[in-house]
């Protein structure tokens, strides 16, 4: 009989797994004035609008992109958003996932052109991860991935879909579980999201600054035992308690029904100061200098801030990504992670975190290296 190893031990020599570097990309039209005014005028209650305005400049928010174009014109390779979301005809989900279908594989395609992957690496590529909330078509982006790099037809593919936000931390999770049973692997991990296609013709004013955060996005990342970039080190979930209610996502006739509450950002801030600390692990908040949290909202962040008790500046990189993109769904998290990469130093610890559905906060501990 083998003697028992308790799995601690056996984790303890695992192979260690690296994000070895990320790529990041979004359309090229900025639509989040285009927005604004849009909204405003949908909005026709007198006394919701001054309201909305002022929301909109307190969002922490300058632009956020969209694969719809906000200008008149519309050729083969633009839609005109003025004319895809026209008042009292909002396109149904047939329309939104065609639109998707033929525009999030080019996205996909300029974002992996960036990360500009040699000719050794992509002949080493063994997975292909894709993390989606936002649309779905079979067969699907991984294939287009596959012939986009020419990559071998026989490498494993996965789609991670309809996790919200936190699916690119789940996607690193899996790209870690799959490194550490196979040391030679080497993982594509794609995160792309068209949130703008899901805008809904409402009067609820909660709903409609929902939308005032979204934009649409794509990350590519490689995962590897190579000792480059950001070493994985733990994962944790947090699921807080009675609060499953506060964000849905549900494929309805008219495109993809979010709802979002405005109490997410209290519930996160209280969460985090009971389980900050499960959180952090054997670390202090003091060890951590690269925090990479996934920017859901200004009030989000401010919610963690105030949870975990940090310095005004600590999500920095955070507010940054907001303030120039929005919220991306499943790939925000990623550009903040390429832009704390760009100037880490070797040793930096630092934590990522996502929120989402359920309502959940996925966690990531990773050191610089």
Known sequence: MLPFVHPKVIGA????????????????????????????????????QPVFRRMAARSGIRRRFSVLT????????????????????FPDTAKRMQIFERFAPRLAQRTLDKLMLSDDERRGITHVLVTSCTGLYAPGLDFDILDHLGLDTSIERTMIGFMG???????LKQARHIVRSEPDAKVLLVNLELCTLHLQETQDLEQVLSFLVFGDGCAASLIS?????????????????????????????????MLLS?????????????????????????DISLWGVHPGGKSVLDAVERGLGLAEDALAASRQTLECFGNMSSATVMF??????????????????????????????FHAV
């Open 70 to 89: 906000p200008n008149a014109t519309s050729t083969e390779f633009t839609v005109n958003a003025h004319e895809f979301y026209t008042r009292g005809s």
């Open 165 to 171: 936000c936190y699916a690119a931390i789940s996607g």
């Open 262 to 286: 405005g109490k997410v950002p209290g519930e996160i801030g209280k969460a985090l100061a009971v389980s900050g600390g499960e959180i952090l692990g054997k670390h202090s908040k003091e």
């Open 13 to 48: 020599f695992l192979t260690q797994t690296y994000i070895n570097r990320i790529a990041t990309a979004v359309p090229q039209d900025d639509v989040h004035e285009a927005f604004v005014a849009f909204a405003d005028q949908m909005l026709e209650d007198p006394r919701v």
């Open 225 to 257: 035992a190579q000792p480059k970039g950001f070493a994985m080190d733990s994962f944790r979930s947090v699921l807080i308690p009675e609060t499953r209610d506060l964000i849905t996502w549900k494929i309805r006739g008219v495109g993809f029904d």
């Open 336 to 365: 903040v992670l390429e832009r704390l990469m760009q100037g880490a130093q070797s040793g930096e610890k630092g934590c990522a975190m996502s929120f989402g559905p359920g309502l959940t906060a996925e966690t990531m501990l």
